[in-house]
């Protein structure tokens, strides 16, 4: 058979059901074997290999990584015994990677709160020459292992009892809060800024302020402690006010709440109406207070007048009664006057041409009135009076007989 048909062959195969599932479960198996030795890196490459003795390696395991600088280097190989030490094979994942004879720094070290662990290698001095690759890096220049569980063997039994509770709770709120602490960590250095503006100020004049502040939460803490069981009751009264708004599922709040934003522009757009209106009360009231402040000081004297008015007030109905038969006369004068005042307003109508031509000399006439009484009521001082008579004439009054004169007499001799 030619290579052609075998590869035809192969070809036709692949293209069946059973070469499809077949392929697909091969690159499924290869995946999951890529996947456990990921940690060890990409397979089939060049590695150095470096042996460390630790006098404890409590915790570590084959896999865990090998770091310079904080960087992933590689991974820990092989852990075995020798000459009663635990000896550490790594391997970096450069094999140029330029290791000295002083490489005394290698530790191992916790990753994470857990317990994970990664062995911390510092290359050394290059003036100290380069480690050979079959070099050992002894205990001596190696740190012992450190492991957290140390640390807390410092507390006694019920303080890390309950800093485990604490730690299972925190891990528990955490849960599903990942954007929050991204978004936490993103503000968090305004934050800093604000905690470092607020410290400043709390700084400021020696702490006299932080002081006081310390000073009086003393003293409430102190004041509350004695009424712990008023604080007590407020809660429980806080509690069912809780409830209350619980009831139903919450439905009713949750509803109240849908229709708040509406609710708040609404009224947003009923206070931007208002503006004008309060505007317009302002200056209302700036007018108005001069006289409020008028009104305020004449209270004293209306509060008098009141009082002094209750007198001639308890006389009026008297006076009242006297005035009554008056009255009533004055209604008759009034009912008698009533044509006279009729004729009286024909001859203001009819006078009216004549009194708006001597209007314009209302003027002078006055003055020749006040100058004439000034004239005839007053003499000089030898008692010389001016005195003017009217002598009518028979003329004047166009008797029967009388001699008629020329009033407008012309010059003589014409």
């Known amino acids: 058979m030619s290579a052609n048909a075998m ?27 890529f996947g456990l030795n990921s940690t060890h890196g990409m397979p089939l490459v060049e590695r150095r290999v470096v042996e460390v003795a630790f006098e ?25 015994l020798e000459d009663g030490e635990a000896v550490v094979v790594l391997k970096l994942d ?21 317990g994970q662990k990664f062995v911390a290698l510092d290359p050394g001095d290059s003036s100290t020459g ?35 509770v604490q730690l299972r709770n925190l891990g ?43 000073l009086a939460a003393d003293l409430l803490s102190g004041r509350m402690a004695t009424r712990h069981q008023d604080l007590a009751a407020l809660v429980d009264e806080f509690a069912t006010t ?13 509803r109240t709440l849908d ?16 503006d004008a209106p309060l505007a317009d009360t302002s200056v209302a009231m700036r007018d108005l207070r001069p006289g409020a402040r008028a009104l305020a000081l004449s209270v004293p004297d209306l509060r008098g007048l009141l009082r002094e008015a209750v007198v001639p007030l308890e006389r009026a109905p008297a006076v009242n009664e006297e005035a009554e038969p008056g009255v009533e006369g004055l209604g008759h004068l009034v009912e008698d006057a009533r044509p006279l005042v009729a004729q009286l307003v024909d001859t203001g109508t009819s006078a009216s041409p004549l009194m708006n031509v001597l209007g314009d000399y209302a ?52």
Not at 132 to 150: F, G
Not at 242 to 254: C, I, L, M, P, Y
Not at 259 to 274: F, I, K, W
């Open 130 to 164: 380069a480690l050979r690759t079959d070099t050992l890096i002894p205990s001596r220049q190696t740190v012992k292992a450190e492991d957290i569980s140390q640390l807390l063997d410092v507390f006694d039994e019920r303080t890390r009892a309950s800093a485990s």
């Open 7 to 33: 590869i035809e062959g192969l070809v036709a195969w692949v293209r069946r059901p059973v070469g499809i599932g077949t392929v697909v479960l091969g690159l499924f198996g290869a995946a999951v074997v």
């Open 363 to 414: 003027f002078d006439i006055a003055n020749f009135y006040t100058d004439a009484a000034g004239a005839l009521s007053r003499g000089d001082s030898a008692g010389h009076w001016l005195r003017i008579l009217l002598l009518p004439g028979a003329e004047s009054a166009g008797l029967p007989g009388s001699v008629q004169r020329d009033p407008y007499p012309g010059p003589r001799g014409r």
């Open 172 to 214: 528990g709120g955490m849960v599903g809060h990942g954007q929050d602490l991204h978004a936490f960590a993103r503000t968090a250095k305004r934050i800093l800024q604000d905690s470092g503006t607020l410290s400043e100020a709390l700084a400021s004049d020696g702490g006299a302020a932080l002081e006081d502040l310390l």
């Open 242 to 254: 809780v409830d209350a708004f619980a009831v139903d599922s919450g439905d009713q709040v949750r």
């Open 259 to 274: 229709l708040a934003p509406e609710t708040l522009e609404a009224a947003s757009t009923a206070l931007r109406l208002l």
């Open 56 to 80: 404890d390696v409590s915790g570590l395991n084959t896999g865990d990584d090998v770091r310079i600088a904080g960087s992933r280097v590689g991974y820990v190989d092989e852990i075995k």
């Open 94 to 114: 450069d094999p140029d990677t330029e290791l000295y004879r002083n490489a005394h720094a290698a530790k191992v070290t916790d990753r994470s709160g857990l």
